[in-house]
């Protein structure tokens, strides 16, 4: 009979014994229960009656806007209630330029292409990923190829590798190759006119496997100034648009998994109150990824000190969420400060699930990135569809 399984024959009604419950994955679950009950309000507070704005004040933002929905996706497993889904597609897709492939931020010029093609810098860059995978969400994808990846040569795209400062630079070089794989991959989607540049995808992964430090796992180098941020961001950045969205393995990834941990007992971005979603983000995901290569457990490369570093992010993070406001960002010059609002929430979401998944518990939150943040690839090699 149902409640009775602790019942012994003859009468004997001591009960069985069962472990308690784990009191951290119950603090999981409560913080993922709290952030489902409150997230329709959050999207509430930044949406100023025609647009989102990444919190109270702000000017309306195109990532704000897809922020909005990787956060209701995720949380609620539905579009942003404040428009229809096919509002929401019809606004995102009429952001995008069909000449150029490019969304410029609202009330900017479209960005002016390089001689290869493709853009170097701004917000037009990130938009090819928010924008993207905001899209993916909502049903369709980017109505246009990227055309200045689409007509990239091979050997256009190496010399633009060849120049991006790795030395001085390392996170924006990584940025920009995590828009340019993004984009090579939304193009794979427009089967007649959205190819890429003969053999780019190929030239880019050859380039990457041959550049990678063999005594990091990484490309560009540290400072004395900022120690190895440039180079782990960096790092994140592009081996998400690459290797991570393309499923392919990362070259040296206990090297890797070295640098990264060297990093993030650097007290000069992990000291207390100091942390930033960049900078946790961009420690978690490459361990995450790695580790994928290298196997988790008693037997993973590092992972007693890996756990305990993931232990100490959540133990930090997740007493940091406002009620009816979310995340903040966090601290520093990147980003948009401590205040709570769609930028930081819509991170600090996919970190927490990130640092779950490393201690393998990311089941007690309910909830798994999908979007821009996805932990699974978005396709499988260069060539087949996802």
């Given amino acids: 009979m149902a409640g009775l399984s602790g019942i012994r024959p003859g009468g004997d009604r001591t009960p069985t014994s069962r472990p308690a419950p784990d009191p951290r994955t119950a603090t999981l679950a409560a913080f993922a229960d709290t952030a489902r009950d409150q997230a329709a309000g959050l999207l509430d507070r930044c949406w100023d009656g025609e647009r989102y704005v990444d919190r109270p004040g702000a000017a309306p933002t195109v990532r704000a806007h897809c922020d909005a929905v990787e956060i209701a996706d995720l949380l609620l497993g539905v579009a942003p209630e404040h428009l229809s889904t096919e509002e929401h597609i019809g606004r995102l897709s009429g952001l995008q330029d069909p000449k150029s492939g490019l969304v410029p931020e609202f009330g900017e010029p479209l960005p002016v292409a390089d001689a290869d093609g493709f853009i170097g810098e701004g917000a037009a860059l990130y938009h090819v990923l928010c924008v993207g995978y905001a899209l993916d969400l909502l049903g369709p994808s980017l109505p246009h190829p990227v055309r200045g990846v689409r007509d990239m040569t091979a050997r256009q795209l190496v010399v633009r590798l060849d120049a991006l400062p790795w030395r001085t630079g390392a996170w924006g070089a990584g940025a920009w190759v995590d828009s340019l794989a993004t984009a090579a991959h939304w193009n794979l989607r427009h089967d007649d006119d959205g190819d890429n540049g003969p053999g780019t995808p190929e030239s880019l992964f050859g380039w990457l496997l041959t550049r990678a430090d063999p005594w990091t796992g990484m ?141 393998g518990r990311s089941g007690e939150l309910g909830y798994r990135p999908r979007g821009i943040h996805r932990p699974e690839p978005a396709r499988q090699g260069i060539a087949g569809l996802s």
């Fill in 219 to 359: 490309w560009g180098s540290p400072s004395a100034e900022e120690g190895r941020l440039q180079v782990v961001n960096g790092y994140y950045r592009l081996t998400r648009g690459s290797f991570a969205q393309f499923g392919l393995p990362v070259p040296y990834p206990e090297r890797v998994v070295d640098a990264v941990l060297d990093h993030a007992r650097d007290a000069r971005h992990f000291g207390s109150g100091r942390e930033n979603a960049c900078n946790v983000l961009d420690v978690a995901h490459p361990l995450w990824l790695c580790i994928q290569q290298l196997g988790r457990g008693a037997d993973g490369y590092r992972s007693g000190e890996i756990d305990d570093w993931a232990e100490r992010q959540l133990a930090t993070v997740l007493p940091r969420w406002q009620d009816g406001r979310g995340f903040g960002f966090g601290p520093g010059a990147a980003g948009p400060g401590p205040e709570p609002g769609l930028q930081g929430t819509e991170m600090w979401l996919a970190i927490v699930w990130y640092l779950a998944d490393l201690l």
